[in-house]
Every structure is written in structure tokens, then in C-alpha cells.
């Protein structure tokens, strides 16, 4: 197959795609359902259509561009990320699986390929969890693993419904809807920047996707006993921000003891009341992000750190209140995927190595649906969510021919895609 991906056409888009961005930068920032990501969902779905493709938007906005194939009766191959971007963010995270997908697609199409099972461009809405405080709200909804009630009810910052905001962005019509019926896809591939070093630092072309890991997220509330930073004497002292600094510790440590590779644990969030540096603290609320590919590991950190949680509180005197916030499976990959992935790095003679997405993406939850994998680039230094993001034209447009040949060998199966890795 004769390939030619069109790198300055990407990374016009590329650009084009960050001057939708709220303020004057360094960063993009285009949070779902503002000014700035309306407008880039019009330019984008433009240049879909631009490309043949027959468009539409499900009722929490979810972007579908799909060339038809010749087998109806086939699950569609899918693709895709999400344009959305945290407050000062890259212009590459997520984008690069969107905007390298359809250029995928324009390849094949330019070359001549004549899909069996269609392929379906797939951009995802509120993959970050920037406005509603909760991540991959499209695909949790595509997947069914989000009830439509919980859904409905999230709020931002100033208190306004995803039900208001949607419809006042013109996505109407039932959530229910949002929902893919069985063997809606036969398979699914995302290709994304790493987000990490390892691509980087080995020399390597393309990571080949074997799991993704999933986050459980604690909130611990501590409640002591304040007063004046000068009159309450240490023996009478409960104070919360010395009992959180003593279980941020224990989050650390569960991770370190995992024995697992793929262990993270985080303790991101810390709010300290009254937050006055003459008043002793007498009130913390803490956020935990407890990550593994294996969900048992994952799962036994959570309970280290809830067990010591109960020992530091009691030591302490402290009450403490619990609260697990979200705890979604990790994700093994299709090696039906995985092997056509590394067959199309094989034929375009680039170099290769399996890893684990410690990050979790939208592919996390249509793992619940359809075999899933993803195809990593590398990315400068591993460094994402910050304006220095970077991946370069070459990295991006060999990822896009990997994706292209790897859509083009599965979307000419009619047997069922699968197989755990």
C-alpha cells in the first residue's frame, strides 16, 4: 500500500486547531462548551465534511465523521481522541488523535482503499475533567458505564447543569440516546502523544499500547481542633494538616511497596481551613489518585491508605470522613489490535516497543465496548498539559501512517476482532 501522509497539512491543523483558545496564551485553553470549543467544532466538523465524510453530533455532543464501507452488517473500525484542553495546556494532547485520524482516513481514501467495515473518526466530548470535575464524560456515556441521572446532575464551578450547558450549546435530545448499541464497533484505535519519557529516552518510534491504567480517586476530609497558632499548647493540639501530612506519606508509600512498575499514587489536592499561618489547622480535605494496570494492586494501595488513614486519625484524635470519589477497571488490550498495530510499524520500517498508559484516555472506557489499543508517539521530554508540549511534524506524521495502515488492515476483517493480550 502507497501511503502519503501530508505532515505540513497536519500541522497546519495542529495550529490552526490551538488559536481556539481562551485569552492570549502561552497555552490553549478550551474548555467544553465555551465560545473557543464551539468554534473549533465548526471548523473541525468543516474539514470532515471537506473529506467525504458524513457527520453528526449525539446529544452531549460527541463528533462522528464516518466513511462507509461496503459491510453494513460489520461493527465500524473507530478512531479518534478529543480537542478539549486544561487551562494553559499543549496543542498536542488529544489533538494529534483527532486531526492525525482524519488525515489517516484522507490517506487511505487518496490511495484507493476500499473499507469492508467502515471507519468512523470519533471526537469525544470533555475528555478532560476540567469543567465538570469528572473525565471522559463522552465515552463514559458512549460505554453506558456513567448513569444518565449522575450525568445529568454534574455541575461546573459556578453551578450550571451539564443539562443546561448542553442545550445551550445545541446538543438536545435524551442522554439515554448517547449510549452505543452492542457491536456498534468492531474495534477501536487511539493515537495519542505518550505523555511520558520512554519513547523518548530509548530512541523508540511507536508504543504499542498493551494496558491502560485506571484511577481510584479518595477524598479524605480530617476534622480536628484549631485555635490561636500561640495560646493552644501542643498536647491539646488536634491538627488536621499534621494528620493529612502524615497519611500523604502513607499514599506514597503504598506505591512504593507495591512492587508494581505501573504503581502510582498521588496526593494532588490539599485544602487547609482556616489557612492562616497563625491558626493552627483545624480542618483538611485531601484528594488521592491511586493508579495500576492491575486492578488488584490498584485496589490494595486504596485499602493501605484507608487503613492507615483509621491508624494516624486515632493516634491523632482526629475524626476523618472517606469518601471514594470514582474507581474505573483498568484496560488489557485487543492483541488482535496490538499485532496489527505492530505489523503496519513493521512495514513502514520503524522501531517498536509494548507499553502501559499509566494516563488514562478515553480508549479506557471503550475498552468496555469494542477491542481497544493505542499507537503512542513520542513527546519532548515526556512533558504534557503544559504549553511546552511538544511532538515534532516527522513523529506525528509516521504515527499517522501506522494509524492509517493499521484502520486499513482491520477495516478489511469480516471475521470478529478480539482477544485479550
Not at 476500499?114 to 470535575?133: H, K
Not at 493552644?232 to 506505591?255: G, N, Q, T, W
Not at 485496589?299 to 488513614?309: C, L, P, Q, T
Not at 472517606?322 to 505492530?342: F, G, T, Y
Amino acid at each position: 500500500m502507497s501511503l502519503t501522509i501530508d505532515a505540513k497539512r497536519v500541522s497546519a491543523e495542529l495550529e490552526t486547531l490551538a488559536a481556539f483558545t481562551q485569552g492570549p496564551g502561552p497555552g490553549v485553553t478550551r474548555v467544553i462548551y465555551t465560545k473557543e470549543d464551539m468554534e473549533a467544532r465548526r471548523w473541525l466538523k468543516g474539514l470532515c465534511e471537506g473529506a467525504g465524510l458524513v457527520v453528526r453530533e449525539d446529544a452531549v455532543g460527541n463528533l462522528f465523521a464516518r466513511w462507509e464501507g461496503l459491510r453494513s452488517d460489520l461493527g465500524a473500525i473507530a478512531t479518534g481522541s478529543h480537542t478539549d484542553a486544561i487551562p494553559n495546556s499543549g496543542m498536542y494532547d488529544g489533538t494529534v488523535g483527532v486531526l492525525g485520524a482524519l488525515e489517516a482516513i484522507r490517506a487511505l481514501k487518496a490511495c484507493g482503499h476500499t473499507p469492508l467495515r467502515s471507519i468512523e473518526l470519533v471526537m469525544f466530548t470533555s475528555e478532560e475533567p476540567t469543567r465538570f470535575g469528572l473525565g471522559c464524560l463522552g465515552s463514559r456515556l458512549m460505554a453506558g458505564t456513567l448513569a444518565v441521572g449522575r450525568a445529568a446532575a454534574l455541575k461546573d464551578k459556578e453551578g450550571r447543569t451539564l443539562e443546561e450547558l448542553r442545550a445551550e450549546a445545541g446538543f438536545t435530545g435524551s442522554l439515554d440516546s448517547v449510549k452505543l448499541a452492542e457491536g456498534h464497533y468492531g474495534a477501536f484505535v487511539e493515537l495519542h502523544i505518550e505523555q511520558g519519557p520512554l519513547l523518548e529516552l530509548g530512541g523508540i518510534d511507536i508504543g504499542v499500547v498493551e494496558a491502560i491504567a485506571a484511577p481510584a480517586a479518595l477524598r479524605i476530609t480530617l476534622n480536628g481542633i484549631g485555635g490561636h497558632a500561640g495560646a493552644l499548647l501542643m498536647p491539646d493540639r488536634r491538627d488536621a494538616l499534621c494528620a493529612a501530612s502524615e497519611i500523604a506519606l502513607a499514599v506514597e508509600k503504598a506505591a512504593l511497596d507495591s512492587g508494581s512498575p505501573n504503581a502510582v499514587a498521588t496526593t494532588g489536592l490539599l485544602h487547609v481551613y482556616p489557612g492562616a499561618i497563625n491558626s493552627v489547622p483545624s480542618r483538611c480535605t485531601m484528594e488521592i489518585d491511586i493508579r495500576d494496570t492491575d486492578l488488584a494492586i490498584r485496589d490494595g494501595m486504596v485499602e493501605k491508605v484507608r487503613d492507615a488513614a483509621k491508624e494516624v486519625t486515632r493516634r491523632r484524635e482526629v475524626e476523618q470522613e472517606v469518601e471514594m470519589l470514582n474507581a474505573d477497571p483498568p484496560a488489557k488490550c485487543a492483541d488482535d489490535l496490538l499485532k496489527a498495530i505492530e505489523s503496519a510499524v513493521d512495514e513502514v520500517g520503524a522501531t517498536r516497543r509494548r507499553l502501559v498508559s499509566r494516563a488514562y484516555h478515553d480508549s479506557l472506557f471503550m475498552a468496555r465496548i469494542a477491542p481497544t489499543s493505542m499507537i503512542f508517539i513520542p513527546c519532548r521530554k515526556g512533558v504534557s498539559h503544559r504549553p511546552d508540549e511538544y511532538s515534532s511534524p516527522e513523529q506525528i506524521a509516521l504515527g499517522v501512517e501506522v494509524l492509517a495502515r493499521t484502520l486499513a488492515r482491520l477495516s478489511l476483517k469480516s471475521t470478529p476482532i478480539g482477544g485479550e493480550a
